[in-house]
């Protein structure tokens, strides 16, 4: 079965760093085109950032865009995002999704979260 598994949140401080990983497993990975999502508390599901499934064409929000990099290795089956800059708002929980179509923002899998906190 589909499996994605979301790991490196945690806490960072404003203008630090982090790196999302999604392992993901149950599915041919490269050929599909994978996003990431966020939820912060209180707030609905944001897209974040999207990537085509051979990695060619990459799209971010806009409220990310500049700051994150979105990445994929499909040798080992994994997602990638590269969060700098960051900033209290970013603070979420954010989740890898397989695409089902062609929208950024239609999924049919998704991991449990991984947990970020931008704190001073």
């Known amino acids: 079965q589909v499996q994605l598994v979301e790991s490196g949140g945690g806490l960072a401080q404003p203008g630090g760093s982090l790196r999302l990983s999604c392992a993901a497993s149950g599915f041919t990975f490269s050929s599909y085109a994978m996003s990431w999502a966020r939820q912060a508390p209180g707030k609905g599901l944001e897209w974040v950032s999207g990537i085509y499934s051979d990695g060619s064409t990459t799209s971010y929000a806009d409220s990310v865009k500049g700051r994150f990099t979105i990445s994929r290795d499909n040798a080992k089956n994994t997602l990638y995002l590269q969060m700098n800059s960051l900033k209290p708002e970013d603070t979420a929980l954010y989740y890898c999704?397989?695409?089902?179509?062609?929208?950024?923002?239609?999924?049919?899998?998704w991991g449990q979260g991984t947990q970020v906190t931008v704190s001073s």
């Open positions: 999704a397989k695409i089902k179509g062609s929208s950024w923002y239609e999924y049919d899998y």
